[in-house]
């Protein structure tokens, strides 16, 4: 395995072809917003430039790049779905499988899956992927931002999910069960299942299952739901042990005119081998006013209690625990969009004030 100055040096050189590889296709990219419907290889290209005042985080980068590589088929009922990210603050790969799952259609109403998949809690994790472009705003609420990215909780698993959809009159109600091996904890930081090497590792079964009622079929429609979820976290190396967590959502969207609003609660409860139990509440809300077709404001509170002292968050300490932002979003020419952001945020040991600018894309 390559280490150091050389790893990093191909870790740069897999981004850079996926941004020239970006380039590329802008140039020859349609501006019909309906092929990205139905393309089967989307590159999802991001570029993040950030100031950050009263951090004492003293490796924190002011400029971040990185690429989604998304690609689906179709084969008859069965379908693939591959998803990979380049970005050079990781150091254990040059390019990270973050999904890769074969499911078989069986009709209108359920689809079974095999691989690794998002985990189904709550709205966000399901609903949006690595892909920046395809969220309104610059930055993921806190507590589901992905494992690699300080994540506290699962948002991969590797295993099963079975998707079931009932209608009722206009709108319908969703079920997703998900069964599979959730991530170990290891040096302060949650590790799913490395798709690509199954046996690396210590991985425990768990399970999640999300019932949703939507008032009709469109993926951001008014909704409400809940999920359960419940995985064992090898936790080698930390003075908690092992670590039984279960986690309990609650979330809904709501569309009044050209407002939308989404937010999320979690409770998460932790049973630990070698200390004493504890839990944590946090949640958000998002709200996003569309101007224009091509400008969008947007605001979102993040909240979380019972985190001073919290054995579990206390293992990563660059969590966010509040934060208050507001930022907006312009629409640019063939699928592309820029976005503002300015911000206030507090972790455990820090507080600090953000200005954030992204250009993302998604390109065919």
Known sequence: MMKGKDCLVKRNSILTLGLVLSAACLSTYTDDPSAMEYGEFIVFPTVDIFSRTAVTDLDQKQTESKVDFFYTNDFGNQRLLAEALAEPEDDESQLDVERLQYGWIMNHNIDIWVGRVHNPIGFWNTHFHHGSYLETSATRPSVIHFEDDDGILPMHITGVQ????????????????????????????????????????????????????????????????????????????????????????????????????????????????????????????????????????????????????????AIFPKTITQRQLFGVRYELMKNQALKVEVSSSRTQNDNFNEFHVQWSAAIQ
Do not use: C
């Not at 768990?206 to 999920?227: A, F, H, I, K, P």
């Not at 006013?289 to 947007?298: F, S, V």
């Open 162 to 313: 079975v998707n079931r959809y009932e209608e009722n009159g206009d709108g319908g109600v969703h079920y997703s069960l998900g069964i599979g091996e959730g991530p170990e904890i290891s040096n302060n930081k949650l590790e799913p299942v490395n798709i690509l090497d199954p046996g690396k590792g210590s991985h425990k079964l768990g399970s999640s299952l999300r019932v949703t009622y939507q008032t009709n079929d469109e993926d951001t429609s008014s909704q409400v739901g809940g999920t359960w979820s419940y995985y064992p976290i090898p936790a080698e190396g930390t003075s908690s042990g092992d670590i039984r967590q279960t986690i309990f959502t609650i979330f809904g969207v709501l569309n009044i005119g050209l407002l939308h609003n989404l937010g999320s609660l979690f409770k998460v409860n932790n049973q630990f081998d070698n200390a004493d139990n504890d839990s944590f509440t946090s949640g958000y809300i998002q709200s996003e006013y569309l101007m224009r077709l091509d400008w969008t404001l947007y605001g979102r509170v993040e909240s979380t209690s019972g985190a001073n002292h919290d054995t579990y968050l």
